[in-house]
C-alpha cells in the first residue's frame, strides 16, 4: 500500500512541479487564459443564437413599424381628403352664390329700366329688331319681336313703342353677362322682345303660358324656374324671371342659363374632372349634374325631373335632406357598393345646395401605393438584416479562431462600451426612417455617446417641428394659390381683350399688376351715337377682395356708360350704386371719357383719378386734363361733378395712367414722378400708341430695376390720326 501510494505520487509530481515552479504573474496569466477559453466557448454558443434572435425580432419590429405606417398614412389621408373636399364643395357654392347674385343684380337694373318707361316718351333704340322671318346681318346685336297666338298689339301701339325701349339695355347686359343665353320682356299683351335675335321659335309660342312667366307674376322678386326645354333651341337650361306692374298690364323681364353653362362654369370647375359634382333646389329636385340632359324631350312637353327623395339609396336621401336644410358637411355614402364620400354646402343667395361626391377608391389611391413602396422597403429591410445577421456571425466565428482570448476580452470590453450604444442608436435610425418621430434614444454612457444620443433626440424633434411646419405651409401656399387662380380669372375675363377700332382714332391699352391679380381696370364702352366711353380706375387694396370689388365696379360703369352719353351722369350713376352696394370699406378712382370721332370731342369726368396728360403742337406742348373733378366713386351717396371738355385736333395724344406709373421706386427708394412720365411721353410723341405703352412698361421696369413692383400699372393711350 506504500509502495503503490508512493508511485502515484511519483507519477504527479511533474505536472505539480511544473505549475509550483511558474511565477504567480504566469499562473494568473495561465488561469486567466483558461476561464477566458471556456468563457469564450459558453459566450460564443450563446451568441451565435442570440445574434439570430436579435435579427428575426429587428425584422419583426421592422414589420410591424411599416403596418403601423401604413395605418397613419391612411388615416392621415382620409382626414385630409376629407378637409379638402369640404373646403371645395364650400369655395364652389360661393362661387355659385356669386354668379346667380350678379344675375339678380342684372334683373333688378332691367327692372328699373321698365319701371322708368312708363312715365316718359318712348325711346328710339339703337338695336334694330326683327320678327322670326328676317334675315338681321348681325343677330348678336339685334333684337327678336315676338307676338303671340291672339294678340291685338301692332307696331304702333303706344305699348308696343314703349317697351322698345328695353332694347338697349337687354343687349347690354346679355354682352356684360357671359353666363346668360339670353335676356328677354314680356307682356300679358304677347308682346315678347328678346336679345340676341333667333328664328327658331314656333309659331304657336306664347310666353305668357310658360312657367317662368307666371310664377313671376305670383311673386314680387326674381324667382328662378326647374329646368325645362328651350322653345328657342339652347337646349336645357332654367330662368330668372322678374314682374313689373306698369299702366298696360304686367310685364315680365326673364333670363336664361343654359345647364350646359352651369355644368361647365360650375360643375366641372370643381374638381378639375374628377368626381361628381350636382346642383340641388330647395325640393331635392336637381337642378343640374354630369349626366343631366333634354334627351327627346321638345320645348312644349314638361321635362322630366329627377329627385333625391325618390332615391332608393336612403344613404343618399338622407344626405338630400342635410343639403335641402341648408347645412354644410360630409357623409360617407355607399352608391352601387363603393363606398363615396359627398361634401355639401349651401347657395344661399338661391336656396339651394351644391355637393361633390368623390369613391374613396381615388381617396385612398395614393395610401395604395405608399403601402407598397412601405412593404418593398421592409422586406428589402429584413434581407439587409439577415444578410447582416451572417455576416456577423462570420466574422466572430474567424476572430474567434484567429485571435482567441485576446479578441474574446476585447469583444466583451467592446460590447459594454461600444456595440451597446451603437445598437441603440441604430435602432434610433431605423424608427425615424420609418417616420417614427417620437423615438426617444436613452444611453448613460457619460461619454460621447451620451452626447450624441442627445443630438439624435433633439434632431428628431426638430424635424417632426420643420415636417409639421411644412405640410401647414404647403396647405397654405394650395389654398392661396387656388384662390388667386379664381381671382386673376374673374379679372382677366373682366378686360377687354383688345382696343375697338374707331375711325381717325389710334387706341392702345394694357396693365401689369403688382401681385398675382391687380385692382386696376380699363374699358372701352359702346355708346350710342357712333360714340366711345374709355375708363380707366383703380381700387382701393389688393388681393382677391380688389378683384371682385374691380369686377362689380366695371359692370355697373359698363351698364350705365352703354346707355348714357354724360360721362358725369355714367359716374353719378355708377357711384350710387357702389355706394348702396356698401358691404365694404372699398372705394374706386375712375377717370371716364366719351370720345366722339365726328364731332372730335372728349368728353370726360375724373372721380379722384391720376390727371391724364394731352400732348399738343409743334413743338409738342403737354398739358394737363383738369376739368370734371370730383371724389373717389364709393365714398359719399351723392357725386356732383361738371362734365369737362376737350376739342380734339390732329395729332392730339392723350395719355391715361394709374399711380402705379409715377409712384415706381427704384432701389434707392426714387421716385419715378410725373416729371419723367412727361418727358418720356414727349420723346415718344411721334411713335405709334401701343409702342408708347411697350417703351414705358420697359423704361418703368428698368427704372425700378430690382425692387418689387411696388403698385398695379396700367396705360390707355389715344391719338387722333
Not at 291685338?152 to 325701349?165: F, N, P
Not at 351723392?638 to 415706381?664: F, N
Request: aromatic content about 8%; some cysteine; glycine content about 8%.
Amino acid at each position: 500500500m506504500f509502495l503503490t501510494m508512493n508511485k502515484l505520487s511519483d507519477t504527479m509530481t511533474p505536472a505539480y512541479s511544473f505549475f509550483k515552479s511558474m511565477s504567480v504573474r504566469q499562473k494568473i496569466l495561465a488561469i486567466f487564459l483558461i476561464l477566458s477559453v471556456i468563457t469564450l466557448l459558453i459566450t460564443g454558443i450563446v451568441a451565435f443564437y442570440t445574434i439570430g434572435d436579435i435579427g428575426n425580432n429587428a425584422e419583426k419590429s421592422s414589420q410591424d413599424l411599416g403596418r403601423t405606417a401604413i395605418n397613419k398614412s391612411q388615416v392621415s389621408l382620409m382626414q385630409e381628403a376629407e378637409k379638402d373636399l369640404q373646403r371645395i364643395a364650400s369655395d364652389q357654392a360661393e362661387i355659385t352664390d356669386v354668379i346667380f347674385f350678379d344675375t339678380n343684380i342684372e334683373m333688378e337694373i332691367l327692372t328699373a329700366q321698365a319701371e322708368s318707361l312708363q312715365n316718359n316718351q318712348p325711346l328710339i333704340p339703337n338695336v334694330h329688331s326683327f320678327p322670326t322671318g328676317a334675315s338681321p346681318g348681325d343677330p348678336l346685336n339685334s333684337t327678336v319681336v315676338i307676338l303671340a297666338p291672339g294678340s291685338s298689339v301692332t307696331s304702333q301701339s303706344d305699348e308696343y313703342r314703349t317697351l322698345a325701349g328695353m332694347d338697349d339695355l337687354l343687349m347690354a347686359v346679355h354682352h356684360a353677362d357671359v353666363d346668360m343665353a339670353s335676356v328677354y320682356i314680356a307682356t300679358d299683351s304677347g308682346i315678347m322682345r328678346s336679345n340676341p335675335w333667333n328664328n327658331r321659335f314656333e309659331s304657336d309660342y306664347d310666353p305668357r303660358i310658360r312657367n317662368w312667366y307666371t310664377q313671376a307674376k305670383s311673386s314680387s322678386s326674381v324667382v328662378w324656374s326647374k329646368p325645362y326645354v328651350d322653345a328657342s333651341g339652347n337646349g336645357l337650361l332654367i330662368t330668372g324671371s322678374h314682374a313689373v306692374p306698369t299702366k298696360y298690364g304686367t310685364w315680365v323681364i326673364a333670363s336664361d342659363i343654359t345647364i350646359e353653362t352651369i355644368r361647365q362654369d360650375i360643375l366641372n370647375l370643381a374638381l378639375g374632372g374628377t368626381g361628381y359634382a350636382v346642383l340641388l333646389d330647395s325640393g331635392g329636385n336637381v337642378i343640374s349634374s354630369p349626366d343631366l340632359s333634354a334627351g327627346n324631350t321638345t320645348w312644349n312637353e314638361a321635362f322630366a325631373l329627377n329627385n333625391v327623395f325618390d332615391d332608393a339609396n336612403p344613404g343618399l336621401v338622407e344626405t338630400g335632406k342635410k343639403m335641402v336644410a341648408g347645412k354644410t358637411g360630409l357623409d360617407h355614402v355607399w352608391i352601387n357598393g363603393q363606398e363615396t364620400y359627398i361634401a355639401f354646402a349651401p347657395v344661399r343667395s338661391m336656396n339651394w345646395s351644391f355637393a361633390i361626391a368623390k369613391p374613396a377608391s381615388q381617396v385612398l389611391a395614393p395610401s395604395k401605393i405608399v403601402e407598397e413602396e412601405i412593404r418593398s422597403a421592409t422586406q428589402i429591410t429584413g434581407e439587409q438584416i439577415d444578410a447582416r445577421t451572417i455576416h456577423i456571425l462570420g466574422i466572430f466565428a474567424g476572430l474567434f479562431c484567429v485571435l482567441l482570448i485576446i479578441v474574446i476580452i476585447l469583444s466583451v470590453m467592446l460590447s459594454k462600451i461600444i456595440t451597446r450604444p451603437v445598437e441603440i442608436l441604430k435602432q434610433g435610425t431605423v424608427a425615424i426612417g420609418n417616420g417614427d418621430l417620437d423615438y426617444h434614444l436613452t444611453i448613460e454612457t457619460g461619454d460621447e455617446f451620451e452626447a450624441l444620443a442627445h443630438s439624435f433626440n433633439s434632431m428628431a424633434g426638430d424635424l417632426k417641428k420643420n415636417i409639421e411646419h411644412l405640410r401647414r405651409t404647403t396647405a397654405e401656399k394650395e389654398r392661396y394659390a387656388k384662390e388667386m387662380e379664381i381671382a386673376k380669372e374673374i379679372q382677366d375675363n373682366f378686360l377687354p381683350e383688345s382696343p375697338p377700332a374707331i375711325p381717325g382714332i389710334e387706341l392702345a391699352a394694357a396693365t401689369l399688376p403688382a401681385m398675382e391679380i391687380g385692382g386696376d381696370l380699363y374699358d372701352f364702352i359702346p355708346v350710342k351715337g357712333n360714340r366711345w366711353g374709355i375708363a380707366i380706375a383703380d381700387v382701393s387694396g389688393k388681393g382677391v377682395s380688389a378683384a371682385l370689388f374691380m369686377a362689380l365696379s366695371r359692370t355697373l360703369i359698363r351698364i350705365t356708360g352703354s346707355a348714357e352719353a354724360d360721362p358725369s351722369v355714367v359716374l353719378q350713376q355708377a357711384n350710387r350704386l357702389i355706394f348702396e352696394d356698401g358691404r365694404s370699406s372699398m372705394f374706386i378712382t375712375v377717370f371716364y371719357g366719351v370720345l366722339d370721332p365726328e364731332k372730335m370731342t372728349f368728353t370726360y369726368g375724373n372721380a379722384g383719378h391720376n390727371l391724364p396728360l394731352l400732348v399738343r403742337g409743334d413743338p409738342p406742348e403737354i398739358r394737363i386734363l383738369e376739368g370734371g373733378r370730383c371724389i373717389a366713386l364709393g365714398v359719399v351717396p351723392e357725386i356732383k361733378i361738371a362734365p369737362g371738355e376737350l376739342a380734339l385736333q390732329y395729332g392730339d395724344l392723350i395719355v391715361m395712367y394709374t399711380d402705379g406709373v409715377t409712384e415706381a421706386f427704384n432701389p434707392r427708394d426714387e421716385e419715378f414722378g410725373e416729371a419723367r412720365l412727361a418727358d418720356f411721353i414727349r420723346s415718344h410723341r411721334d411713335a405709334p400708341v401701343q409702342e408708347i405703352i411697350d417703351d414705358l412698361i420697359a423704361e418703368l421696369r428698368t427704372f425700378f430695376g430690382n425692387a418689387p413692383q411696388s403698385d398695379d400699372i396700367t396705360l390707355v393711350v389715344i391719338r387722333v390720326k
